[in-house]
């Protein structure tokens, strides 16, 4: 009876150790269906758990975080050099002067003004003396008092004597000089009205023209320099990637350290057609409207470049993959289903990506499990 007990006893455990076993068995995951470079996963797909989906946003920039210089506008900008060697006696503007055009920056004391200056009045009194003698050759040989050769070599000498009044007066106007001057001071003028912004000159300095040759900064820099400070230009340093989606006539902001709360607004103009061999970017330039007066030459700043609606969309970089040298991402195109794209990259900034074409906006892309999609599709074609 003590045996039959015992052996009951063995056999409830044996049962209930078995139920448990088979309580515990859990039934096996749904296999993804893949088709090509789709994939398919059941509703209750424990994958589909490891994956996170975000929505492809349009893009509201085309480039960001470029960086830039910002110089004067050359359009409006005169760099002034003085043509003549001379000794400065008096220095007529100082910098921030506003000038118009023609106004005298300094007065120079210019043997060589004075040269052409003298070259000018011989000129002209060397034309009289040849038109009357032209005259005088063509009465006497009207009345038999002179031969032809003699006519004829008045008239050369006139036309000889007219050039050279039209060469010394040219000359003279270059300087900004007429006949009419009575002395050797060379009044060097502003070609344009402007501000001045630069200034290298002192009372008392020697200038020569052809010291700019000894290649020295004190000799190259202009003497003054006069610009329009409320127009600027801007030039960009712009990546491979980015230049793919920019095109002039786009509106660019542009940041600085000196207002860190303020966006200054500017506009795309040129683009270079070469990239600089030693930073491997691409030139462009834009026009920056600087009405404000806050911005100088020279500052450095960084710059965001609107899009224009149709560069395509951002997603997070961890979307992107490569698949044999190819960028590639997965698309969510119905529930439980998605699908490897090609794609072509813009720029990469904060850990968002520009896609420029293969996504449209709207669209939802895996950023999170790209890799666990790709094992799969692998395996199975594998």
Same mark, same amino acid.
């Given at each position: 009876?003590?045996?039959?007990?015992?052996?009951?006893?063995?056999?409830?455990?044996?049962?209930?150790?078995?139920?448990?076993?088979?309580?515990?068995?859990?039934?096996?995951?749904?296999?993804?269906?893949?088709?090509?470079?789709?994939?398919?996963?059941?509703?209750?797909?424990?994958?589909?758990?490891?994956?996170?989906?975000?929505?492809?946003?349009?893009?509201?920039?085309?480039? %960001?975080?470029?960086?830039?210089?910002?110089?004067?506008?050359?359009?409006?900008?005169? $760099?002034?050099?003085?043509?003549?060697?001379?000794?400065?006696?008096?220095?007529?503007?100082?910098?921030?002067?506003? %000038?118009?055009?023609?106004?005298?920056?300094?007065?120079?004391?210019?043997?060589?003004?004075?040269?052409?200056?003298?070259?000018?009045?011989?000129?002209?009194?060397?034309?009289? +003396?040849?038109?009357?003698?032209?005259? $005088?050759?063509?009465?006497?040989?009207?009345?038999?008092?002179?031969?032809?050769?003699? %006519?004829?070599?008045?008239?050369?000498?006139?036309?000889?004597?007219?050039?050279?009044?039209?060469?010394?007066?040219?000359?003279?106007?270059?300087?900004?000089?007429?006949?009419?001057?009575?002395?050797?001071?060379?009044?060097? $003028?502003?070609?344009? +009205?402007?501000?001045?912004?630069?200034?290298?000159?002192?009372?008392?300095?020697?200038?020569?023209?052809?010291?700019?040759?000894?290649?020295?900064?004190?000799?190259?820099?202009?003497?003054?320099?006069?610009?329009?400070?409320?127009?600027?230009?801007?030039?960009?340093?712009?990546?491979?990637?980015?230049?793919?989606?920019?095109?002039?006539?786009?509106?660019?902001?542009?940041?600085?350290?000196?207002?860190?709360?303020?966006?200054?607004?500017?506009?795309?103009?040129?683009?270079?057609?070469?990239?600089?061999?030693?930073?491997?970017?691409?030139?462009?330039?834009?026009?920056?409207?600087?009405?404000?007066?806050?911005?100088?030459?020279?500052?450095?700043?960084?710059?965001?470049?609107?899009?224009?609606?149709?560069?395509?969309?951002?997603?997070?970089?961890?979307?992107?993959?490569?698949?044999?040298?190819?960028?590639?991402?997965?698309?969510?195109?119905?529930?439980?289903?998605?699908?490897?794209?090609?794609?072509?990259?813009?720029?990469?900034?904060?850990?968002?990506?520009?896609?420029?074409?293969?996504?449209?906006?709207?669209?939802?892309?895996?950023?999170?499990?790209?890799?666990?999609?790709?094992?799969?599709?692998?395996?199975?074609?594998?």
């Amino acid at each position: 009876m003590k045996t039959f007990k015992i052996f009951n006893l063995f056999l409830l455990v044996a049962m209930a150790l078995t139920g448990c076993r088979h309580e515990q068995k859990s039934p096996d995951a749904p296999v993804a269906k893949v088709e090509g470079s789709k994939i398919t996963f059941a509703t209750n797909a424990p994958q589909l758990s490891y994956l996170m989906i975000e929505p492809a946003q349009a893009r509201q920039l085309a480039a %960001v975080g470029l960086y830039g210089r910002l110089a004067w506008d050359d359009d409006v900008t005169a $760099r002034v050099y003085s043509p003549l060697a001379g000794r400065v006696l008096n220095i007529s503007v100082e910098v921030n002067q506003h %000038v118009n055009s023609d106004d005298a920056l300094a007065l120079l004391d210019s043997p060589d003004f004075g040269q052409a200056l003298a070259n000018a009045r011989i000129a002209v009194g060397n034309l009289a +003396a040849a038109d009357k003698a032209n005259a $005088r050759a063509k009465e006497l040989f009207a009345h038999g008092a002179a031969a032809q050769k003699d %006519v004829e070599a008045a008239a050369a000498a006139f036309v000889v004597a007219e050039a050279e009044h039209d060469r010394a007066e040219a000359t003279l106007a270059n300087y900004g000089g007429n006949d009419t001057s009575t002395n050797e001071i060379y009044a060097l $003028r502003s070609p344009l +009205a402007g501000v001045v912004v630069g200034k290298n000159l002192n009372p008392g300095q020697e200038i020569r023209p052809d010291l700019m040759l000894a290649n020295a900064q004190q000799f190259i820099d202009p003497q003054f320099v006069v610009t329009d400070p409320t127009r600027l230009w801007l030039f960009l340093d712009v990546s491979e990637l980015d230049v793919a989606s920019l095109t002039p006539g786009r509106e660019v902001f542009i940041h600085t350290h000196a207002y860190p709360d303020k966006i200054f607004h500017g506009r795309l103009e040129i683009i270079g057609h070469g990239l600089d061999p030693t930073t491997r970017t691409i030139k462009a330039r834009c026009f920056v409207d600087n009405a404000e007066n806050l911005l100088r030459a020279e500052m450095y700043v960084t710059v965001e470049v609107a899009s224009s609606g149709t560069t395509g969309v951002d997603v997070p970089t961890k979307t992107v993959f490569l698949k044999d040298e190819e960028h590639c991402v997965f698309v969510q195109i119905a529930p439980g289903q998605f699908e490897r794209r090609k794609v072509e990259l813009g720029g990469e900034n904060n850990g968002r990506t520009a896609i420029l074409n293969g996504i449209s906006s709207g669209e939802h892309v895996v950023s999170d499990g790209c890799l666990l999609l790709e094992s799969i599709i692998e395996g199975d074609n594998g």
